[in-house]
C-alpha cells in the first residue's frame, strides 16, 4: 500500500512539475512530457492497470492522424517531421489518460501548482516590463508606459491571446481553492483582481471579451441563486453598464474596440470593396478579416482542403492576387483555428474538429464538470480570433487540461 502511494505521488509531482514547464518554463515542457509519459508508462505497466480509450478524446486522436494524412497529400513536405512532432500531444495525451487511478490526483497541489505558476510568470512579465521601461525612450510613443506594461512585453514567452487562456485557468483554480477552503477570502480576492488586471493588460480582444462573459455568467448566476432572478438580471445589467465604461473610456480598450466595430460594419456592408479598399500593409483587425475572406473563399473553391504543406503557399499566392505583398512576408495564418484546418484538411475533418467539442462541451455540462465546460467553451472561442492549435502553446495547454479534466473528481471541483 506505502508503495503504491509513493507511485501515485511520483506521477502527481511529475503532473506538477509538468504543469509548471508549461507556463514557467515552455523550453522544458518537452523534457517534462518525456518523464511524465515514460514514468506513467511503467508504473501503469507494473501495476497492470487497465486501458480503456475514452471516447471523448477520440477525436484528437483522429485529428492528429488526419494531420499525417493532410501532410502525405501535400506537394511540399519539407515540414513533414515538424507537423509530426508538434502535433504527436494529439495522440500521446489521450492514450496515456486512458489508463488508470486518475481520480485519486490531490486537486488541491493542482490548483495551487496552476496559480503559483502563472503568479510567478505574470510577475516575470512585470520584471521585462520594467526592463523595457527603463532600458528604453519613453517619451517615445512606441516605447511609452502602456508598451512596456502590456502585450507581448507582460507576456515574453508566449502570444497574450494564449496568456489570456493560461489566466483564465488560474482565475477557475483560484475560485476552486477558495471554495473548498484552501484559500482565505481576502488572499483570494487579491489573486483574482491581479489576474483580472492581467487579462486586461494583455490587451488580447478574444481574451478579454471572453473573461468578461465568464464574469456576466458567474455573477448572473450568484446573484439568482442567492437573492431573486430580478436581482440576477439587475446586477447583470449593471455589470454591462460598466464594461461599456471600460470599453469607452480605456485608451487601448476603446481603439480595439472601435476598430473592431467599424472595419467589422464596412467589411459585411461590401466585402469585396473592403478587401480591394484596404491598405496594401494593414494591421490588427484589418488583417484579421482579409485572412478570414480569402481562407474562406479558397476553401471554397477546395473544400477537400490543399494539405498541410502547401495552404500557405496558396493562401500567399491569393494574398498577392489582391495585392497584399507585405502581408505575404509574413507567412501569416488564418487567425481562425476553423479556417485553419479547413484550409489545411478539408471540411470533412473541420466537422470532426467541432463534434468533438461540442461532444465535450454536452458531457461537461451533463456532469456538471465546470473545469471542462469553461476550458472547452474557451478553446471553442478562442478558435474563432487565433489558430489556436498551431502553436505549442496552445496545443500542450487545451489538450493537456481537457484529458486532466476529464478524470476530475466532478463533487470536488464545481464552480456553480
Same mark, same amino acid.
Given at each position: ?8 505521488? +511520483?506521477?502527481?509531482? #511529475? ?6 514547464? +508549461? ?39 483522429? #485529428? ?7 501532410? #502525405?497529400?501535400?506537394?511540399? /513536405? ?5 507537423? +509530426? ?84 485557468? =488560474?482565475?477557475?483554480?483560484? *475560485? ?66 460598466? +464594461? ?27 466585402? %469585396? ?49 489582391? =495585392? ?12 481562425? %483555428?476553423? !479556417? ?31 473545469? !471542462? ?18 502553436? /505549442? ?10 484529458? *486532466? ?12
Amino acid at each position: 500500500m506505502i508503495s503504491a502511494i509513493k507511485k501515485e505521488s +511520483i506521477i502527481e509531482k #511529475l503532473i506538477l512539475f509538468f504543469i509548471i514547464s +508549461i507556463f514557467c518554463i515552455p523550453k522544458i515542457t518537452a523534457i517534462a512530457g518525456i518523464l511524465f509519459f515514460s514514468s506513467f508508462l511503467y508504473i501503469s505497466i507494473k501495476k497492470k492497470l487497465t486501458f480503456r480509450l475514452n471516447r471523448e478524446l477520440l477525436f484528437f486522436i483522429v #485529428l492528429y492522424l488526419l494531420y499525417i494524412i493532410g501532410m #502525405l497529400m501535400s506537394n511540399d /513536405q519539407s515540414n513533414f517531421k515538424h507537423i +509530426i512532432e508538434s502535433k504527436i500531444v494529439f495522440l500521446i495525451l489521450p492514450l496515456v489518460f486512458s489508463i488508470g487511478y486518475h481520480k485519486s490526483y490531490n486537486h488541491k497541489n493542482i490548483h495551487l501548482s496552476i496559480v503559483l505558476s502563472i503568479i510567478a510568470y505574470s510577475i516575470y512579465g512585470i520584471y521585462n516590463g520594467l526592463l523595457w521601461y527603463f532600458d528604453n525612450d519613453i517619451s517615445n510613443p512606441y516605447f511609452g508606459t502602456y508598451y512596456c506594461f502590456t502585450r507581448g512585453i507582460l507576456s515574453p514567452l508566449t502570444h497574450p491571446s494564449y496568456d489570456a487562456a493560461y489566466v483564465f485557468l =488560474g482565475v477557475l483554480s483560484t *475560485l476552486s481553492l477558495y471554495k473548498n477552503g484552501h484559500l482565505k477570502k481576502y488572499i483570494s480576492i487579491l489573486i483574482l483582481i491581479f489576474l483580472s488586471l492581467k487579462i486586461m493588460l494583455l490587451f488580447s480582444f478574444s481574451g478579454i471579451l471572453f473573461y468578461f462573459i465568464f464574469l456576466l455568467i458567474m455573477v448572473f448566476w450568484y446573484a439568482k441563486n442567492r437573492w431573486n432572478l430580478m436581482a440576477g438580471f439587475s446586477i447583470l445589467s449593471l455589470l454591462f453598464l460598466c +464594461i461599456f465604461f471600460l470599453l469607452n473610456n480605456v485608451p487601448m480598450l476603446k481603439t480595439d474596440f472601435n476598430n473592431a466595430k467599424n472595419h467589422s460594419i464596412s467589411y459585411i456592408s461590401d466585402p %469585396q470593396g473592403f478587401i480591394e479598399k484596404s491598405d496594401k500593409n494593414p494591421n490588427g483587425t484589418v488583417i484579421r478579416i482579409i485572412m478570414w475572406k480569402v481562407s474562406y473563399d479558397l476553401i471554397k473553391e477546395n473544400p477537400l482542403g490543399y494539405g498541410v504543406g502547401d495552404a500557405m503557399y496558396v493562401t500567399n499566392s491569393k494574398l498577392k492576387k489582391y =495585392g497584399f505583398d507585405e502581408m505575404v512576408k509574413h507567412d501569416l495564418n488564418p487567425h481562425n %483555428q476553423y !479556417l485553419q484546418i479547413g484550409l489545411e484538411l478539408g471540411i470533412f475533418p473541420l466537422l470532426i474538429f467541432i463534434f468533438g467539442c461540442l461532444y465535450l462541451l454536452v458531457n461537461a455540462w451533463k456532469s456538471k464538470n465546470h473545469f !471542462l465546460l469553461f476550458i472547452v467553451l474557451n478553446l471553442i472561442f478562442n478558435c474563432c480570433f487565433e489558430s489556436m492549435l498551431q502553436r /505549442q502553446s496552445g496545443i500542450v495547454f487545451y489538450t493537456f487540461f481537457i484529458c *486532466l479534466f476529464l478524470q476530475w473528481n466532478v463533487k470536488e471541483n464545481r464552480l456553480l
